[in-house]
């Protein structure tokens, strides 16, 4: 073996590719995670954090596939968090160890039945008038509070601990490499002529995986891609953490909160406002974002906030309709396992599986660790709000 041959090859520093080689390494596997532009991924550090538990899945009423599939992923992280899990993330900043759900006036009775079922109330707590936190503790807020066993992170401090871990086995690869098939494996080309063998390719590469499966001659497994739109605001605010119930099984509006260590929170919005505002510029998103909070908080004075949007796609295998998958996507095919966890939380899931696929592909662990062949480290992704080059 050479010493720039690898037993696996991950394409994709995201919390797929990162969580994957981080177990991979500890199972003596000769291991590296190639990426494109910065360690953190795409999605993953503009995501919302929330390790979710299934429970915003079983709005509907009933559990479906992915409340059940995700209902064991908080533990899993619980465990990492506390540093007694598989993975050590005891240096991860939780932004809040609890999610809230929050339903307006008009919508707390309709549900009543609902949050009066077993499966819900096994996952989450009523909150009495007197316990509620801000910005709910005001006399205008008219629905009801629960609280959910669901942590949120701080996704920057989540990748800066990967980093730590695993960031010496991180590669930068911007541009796309040749691929070629070999007794044994693969052999990826650099642009400059080197060349890195591998006895299986992993592609956790998000959205970046169809160009991956192009270049390696597949026409399995087909992606899809989900857009929204998020929204930024900052100002003197105070934290949040929680979803708004609509009449959908999607949250009507989803706000995680972020501190800028100037006193000024962040909030991030999701939810209906970001699926539905797609086609907006970013001033109607803005406009709409506005509504939805008078809307929904409208004790809240929201004087002096600053508001930014960002575009931004989720990718997923395709389903049926285009609709979210219920659970973690992992298919192996000619020595290349295709990966998309579809949330953040099923990292643990998606290493997991590829693990397996490894196993089924008879490829044994060779320990040692690769020498990097002269590629230069992946800078740390930066925050959606960091990168705004102009708030309004
Ligand atoms: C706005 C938003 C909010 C979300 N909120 C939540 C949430 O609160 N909770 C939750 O559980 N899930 C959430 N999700 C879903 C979650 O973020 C994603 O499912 C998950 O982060 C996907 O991780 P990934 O590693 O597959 O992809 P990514 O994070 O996108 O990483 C893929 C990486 O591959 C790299 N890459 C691309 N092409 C190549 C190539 N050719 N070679 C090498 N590298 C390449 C990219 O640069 C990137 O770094 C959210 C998603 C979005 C978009």
């Not at 316990?131 to 990748?159: A, H, I, K, Q």
């Not at 708004?244 to 501190?259: D, E, H, I, K, Q």
């Not at 693990?355 to 008879?362: C, K, R, S, T």
Request: net charge neutral; proline share 6%.
């Amino acid at each position: 073996m050479h010493d720039t041959d690898l037993d696996i090859a991950i394409f994709g520093a995201g919390i797929a590719g990162l969580w994957t080689l981080a177990r991979l390494r500890q199972s003596g596997y000769r291991v590296a995670t190639f990426e494109r532009h910065a360690l953190g991924g795409v999605q993953s550090i503009a995501s919302q954090g929330i390790i979710h538990g299934g429970t915003k899945y079983a709005l509907t009423g009933k559990l479906t596939g992915s409340a059940m599939a995700i209902g064991e992923m908080p533990g899993i992280w619980r465990a990492a968090l506390a540093g007694d899990g598989e993975i050590d993330l005891r240096d991860v900043r939780v932004l809040s160890p609890n999610q809230y759900l929050w339903t307006t006036g008009s919508l707390a009775s309709g549900m009543a039945g609902f949050f009066a079922g077993k499966v819900m109330q096994s996952r989450m707590q009523t909150l009495a008038r007197t316990d509620c936190p801000p910005p709910f503790d005001d006399r205008g807020f008219r629905g009801n509070l629960y609280r959910l066993e669901e942590p949120v992170l701080d996704t920057r401090s989540l990748m800066a601990t990967f980093a730590e871990q695993v960031g010496a086995d991180c590669r930068l690869l911007p541009a796309m490499p040749t691929f070629v098939r070999v007794d044994g494996g693969w052999r990826f080309r650099l642009p400059d002529g080197r060349e890195i063998g591998a006895r299986a390719l992993v592609l956790a590469a998000g959205a970046g995986n169809a160009d991956l499966l192009a270049a390696l001659g597949h026409a399995q497994p087909v992606m899809q891609t989900r857009p929204l739109h998020m929204l930024m605001l900052r100002g003197d605010l105070p934290p949040l953490h929680a979803h708004c119930l609509g009449a959908s099984a999607n949250p009507r509006l989803t706000v995680t909160s972020y501190p800028l260590g100037d006193g000024r929170q962040v909030w991030y919005l999701g939810g209906d406002v970001a699926e539905s505002g797609t086609q907006r510029s970013a001033d109607a998103q803005i406009a709409a974002g506005r509504a939805e909070l008078a809307e929904l908080l409208p004790w809240l004075t929201l004087r002096d906030v600053e508001w930014a949007t960002l575009p931004v796609e989720r990718a997923e295998i395709a389903t049926a309709g285009g609709k979210r998958p219920d659970d973690a996507y992992v298919g192996a095919n000619d020595g290349v396992i295709t990966c998309w966890p579809t949330k953040l939380a099923f990292a643990p899931r998606v290493a997991r599986l590829v693990g397996e696929a490894i196993d089924a592909l008879g490829i044994t662990p060779s320990g040692g660790r690769y020498a990097g062949d002269g590629l230069a480290h992946p800078p740390l992704a930066r925050l959606p709000w960091d990168g705004v080059a102009q708030w309004s």
